[in-house]
């Protein structure tokens, strides 16, 4: 199983990114999938998720600003990130976790800084 992450960059406060996670050698249809963030010096921290079924959950500290959702024939996990903060910077890694594996991809760094 391979996860791997694109999409980061440096943009500006209330701009918007679309991240994207491309998995192999797993069927994002039939997994729970995640979305975490790390800022430098902090914890790994819970962002999205996207049941089997296809909804959608997410931190309060997102909720409204951020969209995950999957494309099931193209294997890829999305998070749209609009109106993003100072605070959203982060490496943003996606996640899935069928029991009792555990996979993670390598990340893909969102800054935004004005």
């Known amino acids: 199983v391979q996860l791997v992450e694109s999409g980061g960059g440096l943009v500006h406060p209330g701009e918007s990114l679309r991240l994207s996670c491309v998995a192999s050698?797993?069927?994002?249809?039939?997994?729970?999938m995640y979305w975490y963030r790390q800022a430098p010096g902090q914890g790994r921290e819970y962002v999205a998720e996207i049941t089997t079924a296809g909804s959608p959950h997410y931190a309060d500290s997102v909720q409204g600003r951020f969209t995950i959702s999957r494309d099931n024939a193209q294997h890829t996990l999305y998070l749209q990130l609009d109106n993003l903060h100072p605070d959203d910077s982060a490496v943003y890694s996606c996640?899935?976790?069928?029991?009792?594996?555990?996979?993670w991809g390598q990340g893909t760094q969102v800054t935004v800084s004005s």
């Open positions: 996640h899935t976790d069928p029991h009792p594996a555990d996979y």
């Open positions: 050698g797993i069927d994002v249809s039939t997994s729970w």
